[in-house]
Structure formats: C-alpha cells, structure tokens
C-alpha cells in the first residue's frame, strides 16, 4: 500500500513532468531550446534568432530556467543561457517523424469520421 508521503511524491513527480512538457510545448521555447542545442548563447544571439521582442524571448526563457531545463549565467554585462542537461534532446528526439506521423493520421481519420 503507498503511504501518504509515496503519494505525494508520486504526485510531486507527475507534477513536474508535466511542468517540463509544458515548458516544452511552447513552438518558441522549443525553438530556443534547440538554438542552444549547439552551445550556450547570449540573449543578443537567442533574440535575433527567435524573430520575437527581446521582453517576450526573456520571458520564454524564464520559464525554461524556472523548470530546470536551461541555466543562466552572467557574463559582464550580457546574460548567456545553456542547456543544464543534454539528455533534454533525448526526450525532444523520442518524438521522431513516425510516431508523429502517426499521430497526425490518428488525428486526421477522426476529423474524417
């Protein structure tokens, strides 16, 4: 039987999960995310990159640094950012073309229904 503490584990588990596929769900946090896949960058490189206001790419930023998946450091007077763990492509990767292939043609063949 899980006792009360296990539970609230589990629960704390499931919740940041959650929080990291959300974080990831975002198409501009993801396209960040993968920017930095080749390196750590400053927020002048990441802004023209993005094509979005430098305010609006700080705050997609925030989010994935709130969650764990990017660190930040302060170089000077610039703000570089990094990928705290490289497996976070693994996950991003395991959503290969097949499978999403796959999904969309689930999706697809219920609109049709």
Excluded: W
Aim: net charge positive.
């Amino acid at each position: 039987m899980i006792g009360t503490s296990q539970l609230a584990s589990v629960e704390d588990y499931v919740n940041f999960k959650a929080d990291l596929f959300s974080a990831l769900g975002d198409p501009t946090r993801l396209k960040i995310v993968l920017f930095l896949g080749a390196g750590e960058r400053c927020v002048c490189e990441i802004v023209p990159h993005i094509g979005l206001a430098q305010p609006t790419v700080s705050r997609h930023l925030s989010v994935l640094t709130d969650c764990g998946i990017l660190r930040s450091r302060r170089q000077g007077n610039k703000v570089r950012y990094s990928v705290t763990d490289p497996r976070i492509f693994n996950v991003i990767d395991a959503l290969e073309s097949g499978f999403v292939s796959s999904l969309q043609g689930e999706i697809t063949s219920r609109v049709r229904r």
